[in-house]
């Protein structure tokens, strides 16, 4: 028999076959391929429309702040105009603040007019009772006019160091002192106009000195406590003490210009607080206008984040 050749043996489709399989792996290759993309296209897709609708909620949600925010400054707004159409009545409030502080007066420790003017000097940008720990020492030290007007002010500088701006205070009591000494004979003159030429002292001071010394003053004192109480009682809507001043004098009989300022302070400092005012224990709340909402009246204005004012009703 005739010797069989291997080649001549070999299966003549394995080639094909082989063909077949690589062409079938390159498909199966490319539709896996095709899959994963619109797998990827269909997951991107997915974390826009997932972004989109958490976009969209937050500018619902923001605009539904703001128009909160709105909301409730409307709301304020009115509240705040319906109290400026109410005044708690001058006369019966200053009776209820006599029966409520019997005992109002200047709280600047002194001795005769002279040691007033100096400590009421003293008491801008400071507490009453700062200055009533410096001036002892300052007094027995400097007892009038005189004293003060022969001193260099670096030497009085150490008696009031403990106070703000304590180097101007020194320079405007020793320079008060000058003019007194040369001017008026070293006495505090009775005149407003005299008053306020003296170094570091305004209107405000010599009202004080004037209204508590004499009980001629020539207006209302109007310091951060009677500003703020003016306001909340609704005798005011004016932020600026000369105009809130010429308010008050208005109102009020002009034999009770001192004591309204002694009430005012003594209500400001005990009851009627800039922050969380006593309005269950005070005995103007049932015909204060502010009572009960009186922190929202009668502060400087808030700030927003920006550092702008916002101001309040």
């Given at each position: 028999?005739?010797?069989?050749?291997?080649?001549?043996?070999?299966?003549?489709?394995?080639?094909?076959?082989?063909?077949?399989?690589?062409?079938?792996?390159?498909?199966?290759?490319?539709?896996?391929?095709?899959?994963?993309?619109?797998?990827?296209?269909?997951?991107?897709?997915?974390?826009?429309?997932?972004?989109?609708?958490?976009?969209?909620?937050?500018?619902?949600?923001?605009?539904?702040?703001?128009?909160?925010?709105?909301?409730?400054?409307?709301?304020?707004?009115?509240?705040?105009?319906?109290?400026?159409?109410?005044?708690?009545?001058?006369?019966?409030?200053?009776?209820?603040?006599?029966?409520?502080?019997?005992?109002?007066?200047?709280?600047?420790?002194?001795?005769?007019?002279?040691?007033?003017?100096?400590?009421?000097?003293?008491?801008?940008?400071?507490t009453d009772v700062n200055v009533n720990k410096a001036t002892p020492a300052l007094f027995a030290r400097f007892p009038?006019?005189?004293?003060?007007?022969?001193?260099?002010?670096?030497?009085?500088?150490?008696?009031?160091?403990?106070?703000?701006?304590?180097?101007?205070?020194?320079?405007?009591?020793?320079?008060?002192?000058?003019?007194?000494?040369?001017?008026?004979?070293?006495?505090?003159?009775?005149?407003?106009?005299?008053?306020?030429?003296?170094?570091?002292?305004?209107?405000?001071?010599?009202?004080?000195?004037?209204?508590?010394?004499?009980?001629?003053?020539?207006?209302?004192?109007?310091?951060?406590?009677?500003?703020?109480?003016?306001?909340?009682?609704?005798?005011?809507?004016?932020?600026?003490?000369?105009?809130?001043?010429?308010?008050?004098?208005?109102?009020?009989?002009?034999?009770?210009?001192?004591?309204?300022?002694?009430?005012?302070?003594?209500?400001?400092?005990?009851?009627?607080?800039?922050?969380?005012?006593?309005?269950?224990?005070?005995?103007?709340?049932?015909?204060?206008?502010?009572?009960?909402?009186?922190?929202?009246?009668?502060?400087?204005?808030?700030?927003?984040?920006?550092?702008?004012?916002?101001?309040?009703?």
């Amino acid at each position: 028999m005739p010797t069989t050749n291997a080649r001549a043996r070999t299966n003549p489709t394995r080639p094909a076959a082989r063909a077949g399989a690589t062409a079938r792996s390159r498909a199966t290759s490319s539709a896996a391929k095709d899959t994963a993309a619109r797998n990827a296209t269909a997951k991107t897709t997915a974390a826009k429309n997932a972004t989109a609708k958490a976009t969209t909620a937050k500018t619902s949600t923001a605009k539904a702040t703001i128009a909160k925010a709105n909301t409730a400054k409307t709301s304020t707004a009115k509240a705040g105009a319906a109290r400026r159409t109410r005044m708690a009545p001058p006369v019966e409030t200053l009776d209820k603040l006599h029966t409520i502080h019997p005992d109002a007066h200047c709280e600047l420790d002194h001795d005769g007019p002279f040691q007033l003017l100096v400590a009421t000097v003293l008491s801008a940008q400071t507490t009453d009772v700062n200055v009533n720990k410096a001036t002892p020492a300052l007094f027995a030290r400097f007892p009038d006019a005189e004293a003060l007007a022969r001193t260099d002010p670096k030497d009085v500088e150490p008696w009031v160091s403990t106070l703000g701006f304590f180097r101007q205070k020194a320079k405007s009591i020793v320079g008060l002192s000058k003019k007194l000494v040369d001017e008026f004979g070293g006495e505090v003159p009775r005149r407003l106009d005299d008053l306020v030429k003296l170094p570091g002292v305004g209107r405000k001071t010599a009202n004080v000195v004037l209204g508590v010394v004499w009980n001629t003053p020539e207006g209302v004192v109007v310091d951060t406590h009677v500003q703020r109480i003016s306001q909340r009682l609704g005798w005011t809507t004016n932020t600026d003490p000369v105009k809130i001043e010429q308010d008050l004098m208005r109102l009020i009989p002009k034999e009770q210009w001192d004591p309204t300022s002694h009430l005012l302070i003594f209500h400001g400092r005990r009851v009627c607080f800039a922050r969380k005012p006593n309005c269950e224990g005070c005995g103007l709340s049932d015909i204060c206008p502010s009572a009960f909402d009186a922190e929202n009246v009668g502060r400087k204005p808030k700030r927003d984040r920006l550092g702008a004012p916002r101001r309040d009703a």
